[in-house]
């Protein structure tokens, strides 16, 4: 569930704060046990598992963070190694939810905030990839509507840089055709198929 909150992070106004659902200690707990049990060595360091993996894991959950203020996304992780990270929300290219077997198990969710200038592109993995948000959804859908209204009002000035004013006749020309094919689409009509 997202809380509204009237914190403020730096000279920012939190907006909304993603919590953590408690299922995903379990899922994490179950996740690294199956991963040590398929492993030779893993067997072996089982039992030092189960003693310390919950409270690892307990620590880390609590150490989680997703506040969504008036211009960026930060989260916050990690107990040992912490990291922030500061996603501005027009740098956000897409944001998507992953559901796997153990995470569909468990009832959670991954949302991967994808974003322009992402460093780890062609590794599969995101620097922004929250497991376990609840209501990771409309989490998605308030990030993106406020990025799209961050966006959207940002105008065009008359000196701006040529690169600055192509990228926004660029974004100005894709909201138009987004809102004629969302129109097109609410009216029924599709585009006529091809004759064979």
Same mark, same amino acid.
């Given at each position: ?107 959670? $969710?991954?949302? &991967? =905030?994808?974003? /322009?200038?992402?460093?780890? +592109? ?5 620097? *922004? %990839? ?8 409309? $989490?998605?859908? &308030? =990030?993106?509507? /406020?990025?799209?209204?961050? +966006? ?5 000035? *008359? %000196?701006?840089s040529p690169d600055r004013q192509l990228a926004i006749e660029i974004r100005d020309t894709l909201l138009r055709i987004e809102a004629a094919i969302t129109d097109q689409s609410l ?10």
């Amino acid at each position: 569930m997202m809380a509204e909150a009237e914190v403020y992070r730096g000279a920012q106004a939190v907006v909304a704060k993603g919590e953590f659902s408690p299922k995903l200690r379990i899922y994490m707990l179950a996740y690294w046990t199956l991963t040590l049990v398929c492993s030779v060595i893993g067997i072996v360091l089982l039992p030092i598992w189960l003693v310390v993996g919950p409270i690892w894991i307990r620590r880390y959950h609590a150490s989680l963070r997703c506040d969504l203020t008036e211009r960026n996304v930060v989260i916050s992780k990690g107990l040992v190694f912490r990291k922030e990270l500061t996603i501005p929300l027009d740098k956000i290219q897409d944001i998507s939810i992953r559901e796997g077997p153990l995470l569909t198990a468990f009832g959670l $969710l991954q949302l &991967r =905030i994808e974003t /322009a200038g992402q460093s780890n +592109t062609g590794t599969g993995k995101s620097d *922004a %990839d929250l497991m376990g948000l609840i209501d990771a959804r409309a $989490l998605r859908d &308030r =990030i993106l509507a /406020a990025r799209d209204g961050l +966006t959207a009002s940002v105008p065009l000035s *008359a %000196d701006a840089s040529p690169d600055r004013q192509l990228a926004i006749e660029i974004r100005d020309t894709l909201l138009r055709i987004e809102a004629a094919i969302t129109d097109q689409s609410l009216q029924g009509t599709g585009t006529p198929s091809s004759a064979m």
